[in-house]
T-cell receptor, first 115, second 113 residues
Framework: GAGVSQSPSNKVTEKGKDVELRCDPI?????LYWYRQSLGQGLEFLIY????????KSGLPSDRFSAERTGGSVSTLTIQRTQQEDSAVYLC?????????????FGNGTRLTVT | GENVEQHPSTLSVQEGDSAVIKCTYS??????FPWYKQELGKGPQLIID?????GEKKDQRIAVTLNKTAKHFSLHITETQPEDSAVYFC????????????FGTGTRLQVTL
């Protein structure tokens, strides 16, 4: 079946511009997660949603970052006034819920380059 | 917060040999330890996980061991094949689920013919 879909796959933007990244989770998955992967680094937790609610926003690096999820499905991650240090691969994942037997299913990511 | 260290950063083995990747974690409250495999241009994929009430888990050529006292866990791949070449990430969570994982920095495994 269809996996987690992220768009765009690549995004090049100028410093100072706003960008919006989209994630379509697997149908029926109630939990959705955003991670950031910088070059040669591990994955950095940003935020997760259970349904449309985001119980934990502690991973968002600054107030320039925000995320929303509507209808319990699609999520968007918005970065305002982008900086060069925002350049990274942004990964979205979904799972059937927050139970102990719900593994994460990752999308292929959006590679963001801020020039 | 939790800190996960992973070694080595790169590993090269000959086809058929075994590969071992090690991770340590800092918070004794962590209780869920998954391993992910990431191929070029793709998102990470869960390959095996272990919980704190288990010391070892095996799935075909892949096994994971956990030492809670020492706060470290390891991934073992036996009879390596070229398709095992990828970046492997360990992770730890205190929630018992994948809801908030702290990842290691990854190990690039190269299996040579």
């Amino acid at each position: 079946g269809a996996g987690v879909s992220q768009s765009p796959s690549n995004k090049v933007t100028e410093k100072g511009k706003d960008v919006e990244l989209r994630c379509d989770p697997i149908s029926g998955h109630t939990a959705l997660y955003w991670y950031r992967q910088s070059l040669g680094q591990g994955l950095e937790f940003l935020i997760y949603f259970q349904g449309n609610s985001a119980p934990d926003k502690s991973g968002l690096p600054s107030d320039r970052f925000s995320a929303e999820r509507t209808g319990g499905s699609v999520s968007t991650l918005t970065i305002q006034r982008t900086q060069q240090e925002d350049s990274a691969v942004y990964l979205c994942a979904s799972s059937t819920g927050l139970s102990s037997n719900s593994p994460l299913h990752f999308g292929n990511g959006t590679r963001l380059t801020v020039t | 917060g939790e800190n996960v260290e992973q070694h080595p950063s790169t590993l090269s083995v000959q086809e058929g040999d075994s590969a071992v990747i090690k991770c340590t974690y800092s918070d004794s409250a962590s209780n869920y330890f998954p391993w992910y495999k990431q191929e070029l241009g793709k998102g990470p994929q869960l390959i095996i996980d272990i919980r704190s009430n288990v010391g070892e888990k095996k799935d075909q050529r892949i096994a994971v061991t956990l030492n809670k006292t020492a706060k470290h866990f390891s991934l073992h791949i036996t009879e390596t094949q070229p398709e095992d070449s990828a970046v492997y990430f360990c992770a730890a969570s205190m929630t018992g689920t994948a809801s908030k994982l702290t990842f290691g920095t990854g190990t690039r495994l190269q299996v040579t013919l």
